[in-house]
């Protein structure tokens, strides 16, 4: 590898003007056109679009489910469908929910618009990210297939054993149920260690840490949170695979196992498990307020420690899911006070963004009124939850009615409120155009209006007694006016996606034109142009503040030498973010999909034989060595 | 047939609850305590065979009471209530009136509030939950109003700014961090005061004190409940379990396959049946009638219909009754025709108590 041929092909960025830099990069980093390119491309844009797109479809076939659901208990004694059938429903609605949309779809957004948001060309192991896209496509596309093959998962979204075992369910359903975990857990903590990787070493220069945008740290600690939970609901999934597969003994009492083993591997991953999907909510609001007032988030050092310690409480409360087990008095108590702990955190937050508009000049676009909707149900749905942490109240209120209205306000409140607010904000940035705000406006009047009445009532009905997960109920109880209120409003709330996917279509045609930075924000997505070119930035920006849309002056400072005609990207020291080394980002490739398709070949095997383990393994192995086969020869000639 | 089941008739028709329901299934009070006798009325001709044999239950069940419900109750309140939220309220004349008209608010304002509910508390842990729901229920809306309250302003306040251009770091108002800090001090004290409340209700939960009157292992199964009266003449019932009014009865939880959860929201909170496991739960009932439970775990196919009724009966009655069941080894035969019933009537819910009590 002589210094001759390097010199050769060294085109810096310093040494173009303008147009050429862009036209050159934007070859350099582009995707090959054909189904090979598409297959193979590596572009962190391109892939969080994909995530972004299939969650969404999967929060419309989830959302499908509980209206199915909804018209079967809108009246008691109803027969629309038979308990076999509803129980499928809402173990498939839960389950997609939860991992199909919930996880990816913060992943989606972190995937597409962290890269530019810390300023560099592409995330970390872009092959990997292209590998987890497959591995929870195809995990989403196994559970679903099975589903319309009449091979159904129906034991609720958290499975418990002995109700799971062989025994009691026989079928493949929940094996399939507990191999999609495994798919989506893997896809999750791959994305993950992309994104911690992306954040702590390849911010632009002068972005220190007390600069990095709150989004961002947010979803630094939502990645952090995914790499200490999913290990024990991956443990959990496979140790319920293998109590039905090849009979192990986990957690059967007989045996010397335990039933409530499954309950507290399963919750230490469940109660982070709200946070991961909760966490990204909270980027979209502070992203979102900020922009709007005009202002950064008030706070900032005590918004990222409130972060910080969001992350490490949740991993102390995951017994409150098992309050009526039966626990000793002191662990009970434990789990009271640290329940209650997490509410100061959030409260903090919630104290944050509010002073923040009160500072600033809020805009009251279709984006910020979506997260006044979401304090609104958040903050009821978060004071619903410090009800459930005292354990004498959750002996009553535990799976009743009362916690599906509890969790519906904090994920729906929590996540899908913010959520199409981010939809209506960075819609621009993505394809160049602006949503409709007036038919925003209309989707939030049905979308507000719907959830309340359909999620409202279900407080009052757990209250009078009725248990969660009942297919019907006899019309003597007396619940069935609520419950039709409730399916009113499912109607209105579901109508509400159904118009913004209207929007969506309908502006991306048509809308008007955006321009680069439509809202005025501040942080560096704004700076690349709608939608950006692959290589995101032409030029690596030079950050000196927190908010470096809103400096003062026209000249924006860059950092040059990376080469053209090369991917490359500029790594960072992790605390000061000064400039490294140059770091070659890996090229397109098709292996990362031929892995993941072998992968999920070998778990879907394994549903069926145990040695589906060890012939899937050599082929994997031969995949992945293939796909790590060193290249650097032909690339440096 | 045509029969109604037990609770259709009892326990609606309270003074709070004037909706639909309330009217078709109203009985009134007094015309119930003879109903059994009399048979008048279709409604309570139906429901004869379940209490052929004992024709002196009382009828008159925790729904059915007329506004004088509250204060006919008030004897003997402060020993039910966590002291610490009594002393908060010791000058309150009347706990049920505490517990309740929250109660009755909450229940004209969405209609009945049925035989299951656990804002109709009829037993001492009951009437304990339910005080501790109302006071995080009215701290919490409190709190809520108040955070929506500040949002409200800080949207509407008055802008000496217009037009201002977007700042990269304004200085911090001086305002702004007071009201922060206060905030964020109220919310600790706020949730240090909840903590506390929930430490002493706690109490109520775990009590273990000795001395239950009655001593009663109940069995989960899919789907239905083996009751089984130990002691020397033990026998089983199902999916009904009588106690005496007013002594505490000890129900032992176990299950004999997968998990569920016995609960009877009038009488107290819920625990779960675990395999392998045993756990213990006290009940009380404060007056007699009929109080409806049901599964709360989820445990397959037919959970919705997994419900079971405990009937609480004047200690004499429940003595006579408790000879009478003894007296002649009840065959298990019932059981298993028990579990048929239930397999096979899948859609009609609860198999009626009259299937097994005759
Ligand atoms: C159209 C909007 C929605 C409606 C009408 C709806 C309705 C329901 C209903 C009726 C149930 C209870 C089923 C039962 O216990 O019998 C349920 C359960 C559940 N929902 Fe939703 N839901 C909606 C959206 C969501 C969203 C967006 C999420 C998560 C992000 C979610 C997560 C869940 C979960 C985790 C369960 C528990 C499933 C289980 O018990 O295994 N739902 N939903
Ligand atoms: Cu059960
Ligand atoms: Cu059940």
């Not at chain 1, 896809?187 to 702590?200: C, D, G, M, R, Y």
């Not at chain 2, 209530?81 to 517990?99: E, G, Q, T």
């Not at chain 2, 305002?175 to 001090?185: D, E, K, S, T, Y």
């Not at chain 2, 939880?253 to 997968?258: A, P, S, Y």
Request: net charge neutral; charged share 15%.
């Amino acid at each position: 590898m002589s210094q001759a041929v390097e010199e050769r092909h060294e085109t810096r960025d310093t040494d173009l003007g303008d147009e050429e830099l862009r036209a050159r990069l934007s070859k350099t980093w582009g995707t090959a056109r054909g189904l090979i390119g598409i297959l193979s491309t590596v572009d962190h844009k391109i892939i969080g679009i994909r995530y972004a797109v299939t969650a969404f479809v999967f929060l419309l076939a989830g959302g499908i489910m509980a209206i199915i659901m909804r018209l079967q208990l809108a009246r008691p004694d109803s027969h629309f469908v038979d308990a076999e059938l509803y129980n499928q429903l809402f173990t498939m609605h839960g389950t997609t929910m939860m991992f199909l949309f919930g996880v990816p779809v913060g992943e989606a957004f972190a995937v597409y618009l962290l890269p530019l948001m810390v300023g560099t060309r592409n995330i970390a192991f872009p092959r990997l990210n292209a590998f987890s896209y497959y591995v929870y496509l195809f995990g989403g596309l196994m559970l679903w297939g099975a589903f319309a093959l009449s091979i159904r998962p129906d034991v609720g979204w958290f499975s418990y054993v002995p109700l799971a075992n062989l025994n009691f369910t026989p079928g493949k359903g929940p094996d399939y149920w507990a191999q999609m975990i495994t798919f989506t857990e893997v896809a999750a903590l791959a994305v993950s260690v992309e994104i911690v990787v992306t954040v702590l070493k390849q911010r632009a220069p002068g972005m220190t840490l007390d600069r990095i945008p709150l989004f961002v740290w947010t979803m630094l600690v939502h990645s952090f949170i995914i790499i200490f939970a999913m290990p024990a609901i991956m443990l959990a999934s496979s140790m319920l695979i293998m109590e039905r597969l090849v009979g192990t003994q986990f957690f059967n009492p007989d045996a010397g196992g335990d039933p409530l083993l499954w309950q507290h591997l399963f919750w230490f991953f469940g109660h982070p498990e709200v946070y991961i999907i909760f966490l990204p909510g909270t980027a979209f609001v502070s992203a979102i307020v900020a922009t709007f007032s005009r202002r950064p988030v008030f706070g900032y050092l005590p918004m990222v420690l409130s972060l910080i310690a969001i992350g490490f409480l949740s991993f102390g409360l995951w017994v409150h899911h098992m309050f009526v087990t039966g626990l000793p008095e002191i662990g009970a108590a434990f789990f009271t006070a640290s329940s209650m702990a997490i509410a100061i955190p959030n409260g903090v937050q919630i104290f944050c963004w509010i002073a923040t508009l009160w500072d600033g000049k809020p805009v009251l676009k279709t984006p910020l009124i979506f997260v006044l909707g979401f304090f609104f149900i958040f903050v009821a749905g978060g004071l619903s939850g410090v009800m459930l942490a005292s354990v004498p109240i959750d002996t009553q209120v535990h799976d009743t009615y009362f916690v599906v209205a509890h969790f519906h306000y904090v994920l729906i409140g929590g996540t899908v409120f913010p959520l199409v607010a981010a939809v209506y904000y960075w819609f621009p940035k993505v394809t160049g155009r602006l949503m409709d705000e007036r038919l925003g406006k209309w989707q939030f009047v049905l979308a507000f209006t719907g959830f309340n009445v359909t999620f409202f009532p279900m407080h009052l009905l757990g209250l009078h007694g009725m248990p969660r997960r009942v297919y019907t109920y006899p019309a003597e109880m007396g619940w069935g006016g609520l419950n039709l209120l409730a399916s009113t409003g499912a109607l209105l709330f579901f109508a509400s996606f159904l118009l913004m996917l209207y929007n969506m279509i309908a502006s991306a045609r048509s809308g008007a034109l955006a321009g680069d930075n439509p809202w005025g924000a501040d942080t560096l997505e704004w700076a690349t142009s709608s939608p950006p070119q692959p290589q995101n930035f032409d030029r690596i920006p030079c950050v000196t503040s927190g908010s470096p849309l809103w400096d003062k002056g026209d000249d924006k400072a860059v950092v040059g030498g990376l080469k053209v005609d090369e991917r490359e990207l500029l790594v960072t020291s992790v605390t000061e973010a000064r400039p490294d080394i140059r770091e070659e980002s890996p090229a397109p490739s098709i292996w990362p999909f031929l892995a993941a398709f072998a992968t999920a070949v070998a778990f879907i095997g394994s549903i069926y034989t145990p040695w589906a383990v060890t012939w899937g393994s050599p082929v994997v192995a031969i995949v992945l060595v293939a796909w790590f086969w060193p290249k650097t020869i032909e690339e440096n000639v | 047939m045509h029969f109604r089941r037990p609770y259709e008739t009892w326990n609606f028709g309270t003074a709070a609850c004037p909706g639909l329901l309330s009217q078709l299934w109203r009985v009134d009070a007094a015309k119930q305590k003879n109903a059994a006798d009399q048979a008048e009325g279709e409604e309570c001709r139906n429901v004869e065979p379940v209490f052929a044999e004992n024709p002196d239950i009382a009828f008159q069940t925790h729904g059915s009471a007329s506004s004088t419900l509250y204060e006919a109750h008030n004897t003997e309140r402060d020993r039910r209530v966590p002291d610490l939220v009594f002393r908060l309220f010791r000058r309150a004349s009347n706990w049920r009136a505490l517990a309740s008209l929250p109660a009755a608010a909450g229940a004209l304002a969405s209609g009945c509030t049925g035989v299951q509910s656990a804002l109709d508390p009829h037993g001492e842990q009951a009437d304990a939950l339910a005080v501790l729901f109302w006071i995080f229920t009215a701290v919490l809306g409190l709190v809520w109003l108040v955070t929506m309250a500040g949002l409200f302003f800080a949207l509407t306040r008055r802008r000496d700014s217009r037009g201002e251009p977007a700042q990269a770091r304004p200085a911090v108002k001086r305002q702004v961090r007071i009201a922060f800090a206060a905030m964020l001090a109220s919310t600790v004290i706020i949730l240090s005061g909840l903590t506390v409340l929930s430490f002493d209700g706690q109490r109520m939960v775990f009590r273990d004190e000795a001395g239950a009157a009655v001593t009663i292992s109940v069995i989960g199964h899919q789907w239905w409940w083996q009751v089984r009266y130990e002691g020397n003449n033990g026998f089983e019932t199902a999916n009904e379990i009588r106690i005496p009014v007013g002594s505490a009865v000890d129900i032992k939880l176990t299950t004999g396959d997968v998990i569920h959860s016995f609960w009877i929201p009038s009488l107290a909170g819920k625990l779960d049946l675990i395999p392998g496991k045993s756990n213990e739960l006290r009940i009380q009932a404060d007056k007699p009638g009929v109080y409806r439970g049901q599964c709360a775990e989820f445990c397959g196919q037919q959970h919705a219909h997994m419900a079971i009724f405990v009937v609480a009966l004047e200690p004499s009655e429940f003595e006579r009754w408790r000879a009478k069941q003894a007296a002649p080894a009840r065959p298990m035969a019932h059981l298993t025709k028990q579990q048929n019933v239930f397999a096979s009537a899948a859609s009609s819910p609860s198999p009626a108590l009259s299937e097994h009590s005759r």
